[in-house]
T-cell receptor, first 109, second 116 residues
Framework: AQRVTQPEKLLSVFKGAPVELKCNYS??????LFWYVQYSRQRLQLLLR??SRESIKGFTADLNKGETSFHLKKPFAQEEDSAMYYC???????????FGEGTQLTVNP | NAGVMQNPRHLVRRRGQEARLRCSPM?????VYWYRQLPEEGLKFMVY????????ESGMPKERFSAEFPKEGPSILRIQQVVRGDSAAYFC??????????????FGEGSRLTVL
């Protein structure tokens, strides 16, 4: 079974402050991890995937297999980062994505 | 490319009626996924289809729910004899062929079902 846990439903920070959105997963094999984002009135879209090891809009996420975590981080939050963020896991190539419950991030001015 | 198109965007049904939700994947995509989002909850996987084939329906309720993706036309999620608990947002997503599949899903805007 595969499971994704995002312990924080709501997260509020001030502009310029660091932000970390937590994601833990449960899967017996080697998963692929993703972060998806939904801005207000927009579709859910891919933010980044762990395989790419990329930084998108200043966000990074490192897969920690020992802690089974894939936390999303940004050193200096911006107001336009306010959105709903979902962590997702794919167990094997071609299979479904399992999403976490999501974290609503609000960046205050 | 218009992206994943879902219709209707909003659907109101009375208890006992049928709901049909449609999803046209992005051009060139052969895989369709349906997810349900209940109020105050996250996205729950329902079913994953290729054209004329159900790949994984492990998230589908055993009764009243069915999905298809015919050779021609959109994918359809059908809910028979709806109950109030079916009220939710239903999201469709698509992805390309397996060998081109990076794991990225392209989502529609969702269909919001309200059962009175």
């Amino acid at each position: 079974a595969q499971r994704v846990t995002q312990p924080e439903k709501l997260l509020s920070v001030f502009k310029g402050a660091p932000v970390e959105l937590k994601c833990n997963y449960s899967y017996s094999g080697s998963p692929e991890l993703f972060w998806y984002v939904q801005y207000s009135r927009q579709r859910l879209q891919l933010l980044l995937r762990h395989i790419s090891r990329e930084s998108i809009k200043g966000f990074t996420a490192d897969l920690n297999k020992g802690e089974t975590s894939f936390h999303l981080k940004k050193p200096f939050a911006q107001e336009e980062d306010s959105a709903m963020y979902y962590c997702a896991l794919r167990g094997t190539s071609g299979s479904r994505l399992t999403f976490g419950e999501g974290t609503q991030l609000t960046v205050n001015p | 490319n218009a992206g994943v198109m879902q219709n209707p965007r909003h659907l109101v049904r009375r208890r006992g009626q049928e709901a049909r939700l449609r999803c046209s994947p992005m051009k060139g995509h052969s895989h369709v996924y349906w997810y349900r989002q209940l109020p105050e909850e996250g996205l729950k996987f329902m079913v994953y289809l290729q054209k004329e084939n159900i790949i994984d329906e492990s998230g589908m309720p055993k009764e009243r729910f069915s999905a298809e993706f015919p050779k021609e036309g959109p994918s359809i999620l059908r809910i028979q004899q709806v109950v109030r608990g079916d009220s939710a947002a239903y999201f469709c997503a698509s992805s390309p062929l397996l060998q081109e599949n990076t794991g990225e899903l392209f989502f529609g805007e969702g269909s919001r079902l309200t059962v009175l």
